[in-house]
């Protein structure tokens, strides 16, 4: 698996976007987040990747500060009501401990949690004992994580070694007591 594999895993996991609509009031663009009903200011998201619902299909592009889509090839203008989708951005210390998976343990990890009906995006803490260690090359641990996928929670220990072959073991618990177990040699 190489790395735009990865990405285009990532970016087909359910809830790996914020979807809404946008509306101009007061000469402002305000982005409303259809899951939590939030409001913020869509000059905060300029020239961060969006994607516009146009004829039944999402394109990507960037922000401008005057209220267009950039995408290749076209200018799109934003209209009252526009639905548009930000992909999610993951907490610093989980990417930083999904990056150093190998491609099968990644898989199968992702795999796992699609099972159990997470996703990677319902990541909502993570303790990555390894940002510690940047440099060791021998060394060993376990990292925490928390999902909730608004239905129930799961918890995550990532038991660890590093050296010459990594060893990674990820025990899953939910909250109605179902475990599961993944290891990785």
């Known amino acids: 698996m190489n790395l735009q594999h990865r990405h285009r895993t990532m970016s087909e996991q359910k809830r790996s976007y914020t979807v809404g609509t946008v509306e101009l009031i007061n000469e402002q663009w ?3 987040d259809d899951e939590n009903e939030e409001a913020s200011l869509l000059e905060e998201l300029v020239e961060r990747d969006i994607e516009v619902l146009t004829m039944d299909c999402w394109q990507r592009g960037s922000l401008t500060e005057d209220g267009y889509i950039q995408m290749p090839g076209n200018l799109f203008k934003l209209e009252h009501g526009s639905y548009i989708r930000l992909p999610k ?3 610093y210390a989980y990417n930083e401990l999904l990056n150093t998976l ?3 343990t990644f898989s199968n990890f992702t795999l796992t949690l699609n099972k ?3 996703s990677l995006y319902d990541c909502l803490h993570c303790h990555n004992f390894m940002l510690y260690h940047p440099n060791d090359a021998d060394f060993q641990g376990v990292n925490f994580m928390t999902y ?4 129930t929670v799961c918890a995550v220990q990532h038991h660890f070694k590093r050296g010459k072959k990594p060893i990674d073991r990820f025990e899953f618990t939910i909250a109605d007591g179902e475990r599961s177990i993944l290891t990785s040699f």
């Not at 909730?148 to 239905?151: F, I, L």
């Open 116 to 118: 159990l009906k997470f």
């Open 102 to 104: 190998t491609d099968d």
């Open 30 to 32: 305000i982005f409303f």
């Open 148 to 151: 909730d996928n608004s239905e």
């Open 89 to 91: 951005i993951l907490p």
